[in-house]
């Protein structure tokens, strides 16, 4: 059974900061990509980042020269670090992960973005 665990969100004024981390564990060979996904109330869950396991990334044009993804292969970990938040980064955050092919997702943590 493969299971992702989120960490870091919270609380954060605009223009802030915020590193947000994710780790897989159990049976993994190899995980493909990689993400961030966010979903704001009342609308529908949305892409964030990607990042291949060669590290190639893609981003939302929205967050793009304001957060960065990144990961460890040997930790099994991949990393959101946001900076200049804005009010509309408020969401809850899920991790993603392609192992085999399968899409698995994290539980999700809250990214709240206000003065």
């Known amino acids: 059974q493969v299971q992702l665990v989120e960490s870091g969100g919270g609380l954060v004024q605009p223009g802030g900061s915020l590193r947000l981390s994710c780790a897989a564990s159990g049976t993994i060979f190899s995980i493909s990509t990689m993400g961030w996904y966010r979903q704001a109330p009342g609308k529908q869950r949305e892409l964030v980042a990607t990042?291949?396991?060669?590290?190639?990334?893609n981003y939302a044009d929205s967050v793009k020269g304001r957060l960065t993804i990144s990961r460890d292969n040997a930790k099994n970990t991949v990393y959101l670090q946001m900076n200049s938040l804005k009010p509309e980064d408020t969401a809850v955050y899920y991790c993603?992960?392609?192992?085999?092919?399968?899409?698995?997702w994290g539980q999700g943590t809250q990214v709240t973005v206000s003065s």
């Open positions: 993603n992960a392609y192992i085999w092919a399968v899409p698995y």
């Open positions: 990042i291949t396991s060669g590290g190639s990334t």
